[in-house]
């Protein structure tokens, strides 16, 4: 079938809103016809390169919509299903499938890498050239064919606009919080970066009880905003900022820090704001020469855990539709992550507010009557 999408040729490159050809679902593959798709700082990341990915492709990682064909063996979805889309699909019998850590599924980590799907092979081409799928969804198009399980049936009263940003920048920050840090009740919480992933961390900490929540970010704009959000405190970064946190919390530091920006001075902070036996939760993505360092001394002598958190570390069949349900009760505001909705055809505009910082999570709407 013929469909329209953002075409990337290379790195660096606008890009280009064209027709492309999409081959019909596999077995275990599933059709959606996409509502609306965020846009994330690794999408801007892949374009310029800095985090490597297989070129030309169709890039877009968090989605929604509904699904229009399934491939044999597809039980979990059928046509006309609301879904929001995975971006990690899992096998469900590799070791971290198992130990019930399907973010870690060794399965499917090649293929991603790759730019394919789960059978190594891509069904998007531009006239006679393959092009690669993105985190197995490209949804930076109007139709997609995506792993089985990267389908995530979720309630059809759920606005889509929403639902897709559940898919990447809410269950990054949030399962950052809630499943990784496991932020307690009356803890306190510092929070690099005021973007998706880290207004959605301080949701998830806030819903978890902390009682400080201190949020760091460059954009004033953004500062403020993580006020609505559940942040108690907000600066500027600053050569200060560990003194601060620290004037904060009884002269200790956080219980948990999380780097929502991936810059290596930002995680050496980060250790030195957080407390002898706290946790520091690392989200944000590092450029591949990246080597954050910290005081061998102390890494020993304080106890301090500094874990990795993939996806939210986050089991997505599930945790999907629970943080949906959030949303619907009231107690996650998910709607005011969305700050602009741009169509298909001002792709380039809306990457560009981003880099400007002018949003905190834009997001192209290809179905309007789906969407809303």
Not at 240 to 259: C, H, M, S
Not at 342 to 359: E, Q, T, V
């Amino acid at each position: 079938m013929e469909i329209t999408a953002a075409y990337l040729s290379g790195a660096n490159q606008p890009f280009e809103v064209t027709m492309l050809h999409l081959d019909p679902p596999k077995a275990s593959e599933v059709l959606v016809r996409i509502a609306a798709t965020g846009i994330c700082a690794s999408d801007a990341h892949t374009r310029s390169g800095r985090i490597p990915s297989p070129l030309p492709c169709v890039l877009g990682h968090e989605g929604a919509g509904v699904v229009e064909a399934v491939g044999e063996n597809v039980t979990h979805v059928a046509v006309g299903d609301h879904v929001a889309l995975s971006w990690m699909p899992n096998c469900g019998q590799c070791r971290h499938c198992v130990s019930g850590r399907p973010v870690l599924c060794t399965a499917a980590a090649p293929y991603l890498l790759a730019g394919t799907l789960l059978d190594g092979t891509t069904r998007l081409h531009h006239d006679s050239e393959d092009v690669f799928h993105y985190s197995f969804l490209s949804t930076f198009a109007n139709y997609t064919v995506v792993p089985g399980a990267s389908a995530i049936k979720i309630d059809p009263g759920v606005s889509l606009s929403v639902a897709a940003l559940v898919g990447c920048a809410i269950m990054t920050g949030y399962g950052a919080a809630v499943n990784r840090a496991q932020v307690r009740p009356g803890s306190s919480v510092l929070v690099y970066g005021a973007g998706g992933v880290g207004l959605s961390a301080v949701m998830g900490a806030r819903l978890s009880g902390a009682g400080k929540i201190i949020v760091i970010d460059p954009v004033e704009s953004k500062r403020i905003e993580a006020l609505d959000f559940g942040a108690t405190h907000i600066f500027a970064p600053g050569d200060d900022i560990v003194d601060r946190v620290k004037e904060l919390t009884d002269g200790f530091g956080v219980d948990y820090a999380i780097d929502a920006v991936g810059v290596p001075a930002v995680v050496g902070q980060a250790f030195d704001a957080t407390v002898a036996g706290g946790t520091l939760v690392c989200v944000g993505v590092p450029a591949p020469e990246a080597r954050p360092s910290f005081p061998g001394p102390n890494l020993v002598r304080d106890e301090k855990i500094v874990t990795g958190s993939l996806y939210g570390s986050s089991r997505p069949s599930t945790d999907i539709p629970k943080i949906l349900d959030l949303y619907r009760a009231g107690l996650l505001p998910l709607d005011k992550m969305i700050s602009a909705t741009y169509p298909l055809n001002d792709i380039n505009k809306a990457f560009d507010d981003m880099a400007a910082g002018r949003l905190t999570r834009g997001v192209l709407v290809l179905d309007e009557a789906l969407a809303s």
